[in-house]
């Protein structure tokens, strides 16, 4: 009786595979049969992994956990031996993250290249990796995960708002933020970008030729930045003015016309020729 209840439940184990493998994968027309499945077959197993691949165009999370069902599922029925189920993980790792790998350097060949469809494949590439981190030191995969990191860098670059406030402080006679030294880093970012050896691979894309509109965004955000600062030197001066003229402070009144002709100066000097013309106006209204 106990050997009867035993083969009964070896048998229940096998239908219930058979099963999860029919609702899991005839989508995809397998050739997975009973038959191939009891006799361990790991070659037509294994070639089959490769053919629902070549099918997926790219990653697919619902059949690579359904094929790693079956693996696990397989060898705890005793179906396939410990150094087949190791030898099906491999082909289904390698299938997976070279599907992967496919789909991503496919949209960075073209210029109107999908970045959602790159972020799907680079995620079911890290979904592969965890499962087998030697992957990472793989080249493909090395490189794949490198031009990715690029990729997204330059999106993050391009899409950045550029901009600065100025933060006019009386009390120094200066801006807190400069734009010179602003515009130098952001410079300095995009040559690191466009420097790096994987760019010459992502420069056709749309997205990605987008930095090369850099300087006409900077130069855009320097007018604001000159235009901001104008508003608030004025804002500053014409404030401290008011409260000295009201406390009859003429000492304080010949120090700030001093200071606001220093400032006129310094700024020139610096580069940001636009206010001349602007602060001797308000030089002028003002004392």
């Known amino acids: 009786m106990i050997k009867l209840l035993k083969q009964v439940a070896i048998f229940a184990v096998f239908v219930a595979i058979i099963g999860g493998l029919t609702a899991l994968i005839t989508r995809r027309a397998s050739t997975f049969n009973t038959a191939t499945l009891l006799h361990g077959s790991i070659d037509d197993i294994r070639q089959q992994i490769t053919t629902e691949w070549s099918d997926a165009n790219g990653w697919d999370s619902d059949l690579y956990e359904s094929q790693l069902s079956m693996i696990a599922q397989s ?3 005793d179906i396939i031996s410990e150094e087949g189920r190791l ?14 790998v496919k789909a991503m350097n496919a949209q960075w060949d073209l210029a109107d290249c999908s970045a959602s469809i790159v972020n799907h494949n680079h995620s079911g590439l890290e979904t592969v990796i965890l499962r087998r981190p030697a992957l990472e030191q793989v080249p493909d995969v090395k490189e794949a995960m490198a031009i990715y990191n690029l990729y997204r860098s330059i999106l993050a670059f391009n899409n950045a ?4 406030d100025p933060r ?3 009390s120094t006679n200066q801006p807190r933020n400069d734009f010179n030294a602003y515009a130098r880093r952001i410079e300095s970012r995009k040559a690191s970008l466009t420097g790096n050896k994987h760019y010459p691979r992502l420069r056709h894309i749309n997205d990605v030729a987008r930095i090369n509109t850099t300087s006409q965004r900077l130069n855009d955000a320097r007018t604001r930045y000159v235009n901001s600062l104008y508003s608030q030197i004025a804002s500053a001066y014409t404030s401290a003015v008011e409260t000295a003229r009201a406390n ?5 009144i010949n120090e700030l016309a001093k200071n606001l002709r220093m400032l006129r100066s310094s700024l020139f000097n610096s580069g940001y020729t636009q206010l001349t013309s602007q602060l001797q106006s308000l030089q002028s209204s003002l004392f």
């Open 168 to 170: 006019f402080d009386i």
């Open 87 to 100: 030898t099906l993980l491999d082909r289904a790792n390698q299938e997976a993250w070279q599907a992967c």
């Open 75 to 77: 060898r705890a029925a």
């Open 248 to 252: 009859d402070d003429s000492e304080q």
């Open 161 to 164: 708002k550029l901009g600065l």
